[in-house]
């Protein structure tokens, strides 16, 4: 493993502690694959350091117990809103325990200053980055099902990273914020929620913006729309070239909250419990 070993400095200068061995990617270019054949640790919620552009960033990582080193497996990253972390995130969404149960890797990343910043040239597109070629050379991931979810300030920043070509993701989920299509071209299925309430991100986006991404799909101008429970309407928009989509999820009354969270929020609005956006975000990955 490559890896920088970080000086601790106490508060007169001088060096107090050796720390442990920060992880390092591989260089970009470099050949997929490498971490298939390799052992891991499984379990939830690990632990874990890289060395990115200098800087030692944090993220958790949860391997399912059923991970065999010699089989690829999907990965999903999950970043949390401004303000938060990648602890409440992991938290709030049970993303973790419910991903594993289903076989995804998954991936829980920590902002600098709690915030993911989404205009590039951006330390997080490159961080983001690192983090998939790394973890590409110490586990076995399938390089074609590779996914990204967030809320919030992470759902703008996931929707954004995507049109990243060096990272290469298959598809993205949001919740509660979203950008537009990628200006360079980027074709990607997408998955969207918002509540028409939110009092952060205006529900007055969300329709617009997910137009982009479908007629950047290929998709009919024109969504199905479906009542699938009192408070959720779903639209969905046909048409869309092979392996393509575009789907947004509206909650009617609905606050910026994700869909089923673990705990209510109401200094942000209602959550909605007629649906769960963790399920429904996995079976969309599971889809693709």
């Known amino acids: 493993m490559r890896c920088t070993r970080m000086l601790t400095i106490g508060v007169v200068g001088a060096v107090v502690a050796l720390a442990a061995c920060v992880p390092t990617p591989p260089p970009a270019g470099s050949p997929s694959g490498a971490g298939c054949g390799k052992a891991a640790t499984t379990g939830l919620l690990q632990k874990k350091q890289l060395l990115s552009g200098g800087v030692v960033r944090d993220y958790f990582l949860t391997v399912p117990a059923a991970y065999n080193p010699n089989v690829k497996m999907p990965v999903v990253l999950n970043f949390h809103g401004f ?26 990343p920590n902002g600098i200053n709690k915030q993911w910043d989404y205009t590039a040239p951006s330390a997080d597109f490159t961080y983001t980055a690192d983090l998939v070629r790394y973890l590409d050379s110490v586990l076995c991931i399938d390089g074609r099902r590779t996914f990204t979810t967030g809320m919030s300030n992470g759902a703008a920043f996931s929707s954004a990273v995507v049109c990243q070509t060096d990272i290469g993701f298959d598809a993205f989920a ?30 007055s986006i969300a329709g617009p913006f997910t137009a982009t991404w479908a007629a950047r799909n290929g998709c009919s101008a024109t969504p199905v729309e479906t009542r699938i429970e009192p408070d959720i309407q779903k639209r969905t928009f046909v048409g869309c070239e092979a392996g393509l989509s575009a789907t947004l999820y509206s909650i009617e009354g609905g606050g910026h909250t994700w869909p089923d969270g673990l705990v209510d929020l109401p200094q942000f609005g209602a959550t909605t419990r007629t649906i769960d956006a963790t399920d429904l975000i996995l079976d969309f990955f599971a889809a693709h």
């Open 83 to 108: 303000g938060s972390t990648a602890t409440e995130q992991a938290l709030y969404t049970q993303l973790d325990p419910k991903g594993a149960a289903r076989g995804f890797i998954v991936v829980t």
């Open 174 to 203: 949001t919740v509660t914020a979203l950008t537009p299509a990628c200006a360079n071209g980027v074709k990607i299925p997408m998955l969207a929620f918002h509540g028409t309430a939110d009092p952060v991100v205006p529900y």
